[in-house]
């Protein structure tokens, strides 16, 4: 991978967060959803956002933090589960969306389509369609994007260096050192 981000999902009850001590869990009732502690907000909405390079290898590291099933979905790319609960998976899974249960954690690779061009964004969501904070109106909850931004073009993988010599060898920092090599696309 050459790319790597931490993706949190959560939940609040604000009755719940009002008087936690008094509170019965069986009338949680979440009514702000999160992902990295920060509901999607329309009027800003790059904040909280994963930036990527198109042909970058993501490596997720994905939380459910809180009491209710969630599925992480990336909208336009999948992810290969290679890790869930700490532990390296035999067969990695390729899926849409990745299912955590409460506690549950997961690493997950994610290939960046290298023709996408910058400015691309794609959302990473809830699809249990957590997209509301409490009952105010219109997109929010749990959602943030894959942010495309300008990098190196070319194929993934990049350019090949080969032939790399340096003189002299050995340096103590108080000489200059040469370094050449041969660079191929």
């Given at each position: 991978f050459?790319?790597?981000a931490?993706v949190?999902?959560?939940?609040i009850?604000t009755?719940?967060?009002?008087?936690?001590?008094?509170?019965?869990?069986v009338?949680?009732k979440?009514?702000?959803f999160l992902v990295?502690?920060?509901?999607?907000?329309?009027?800003?909405?790059?904040?909280?956002?994963?930036?990527?390079?198109?042909g970058d290898m993501l490596?997720?590291h994905?939380?459910?933090?809180?009491?209710?099933?969630?599925?992480?979905?990336i909208?336009?790319a999948?992810?290969?589960?290679l890790?869930?609960?700490s532990?390296?998976?035999?067969?990695p899974?390729?899926?849409a969306?990745?299912?955590?249960?409460p506690?549950q954690?997961?690493?997950?690779?994610?290939?960046?389509?290298?023709?996408?061009t910058?400015g691309?964004?794609?959302?990473l969501?809830d699809?249990g369609?957590?997209?509301h904070?409490?009952a105010s109106s219109?997109?929010?909850?749990m959602?943030?994007?894959l942010d495309?931004?300008?990098?190196?073009g070319?194929?993934?993988?990049?350019?090949?260096?080969?032939a790399v010599t340096?003189?002299?060898?050995?340096?103590?920092?108080t000489?200059p050192?040469?370094?050449s090599?041969?660079?191929t696309?």
């Amino acid at each position: 991978f050459n790319a790597e981000a931490t993706v949190l999902v959560s939940e609040i009850d604000t009755e719940f967060n009002k008087d936690p001590l008094n509170r019965d869990l069986v009338e949680y009732k979440p009514n702000f959803f999160l992902v990295n502690g920060r509901a999607f907000d329309p009027a800003n909405p790059t904040a909280g956002k994963i930036d990527v390079v198109a042909g970058d290898m993501l490596l997720l590291h994905e939380a459910n933090l809180g009491l209710r099933d969630r599925e992480v979905n990336i909208l336009g790319a999948r992810q290969s589960i290679l890790a869930s609960d700490s532990h390296l998976l035999q067969n990695p899974t390729n899926v849409a969306a990745n299912f955590l249960t409460p506690g549950q954690v997961a690493d997950a690779f994610v290939q960046v389509d290298p023709s996408l061009t910058a400015g691309t964004q794609l959302p990473l969501f809830d699809s249990g369609m957590h997209l509301h904070n409490d009952a105010s109106s219109g997109l929010g909850g749990m959602m943030t994007y894959l942010d495309v931004l300008p990098g190196v073009g070319g194929l993934p993988g990049g350019p090949v260096t080969t032939a790399v010599t340096a003189t002299p060898v050995v340096n103590d920092g108080t000489q200059p050192t040469t370094v050449s090599a041969t660079i191929t696309a």
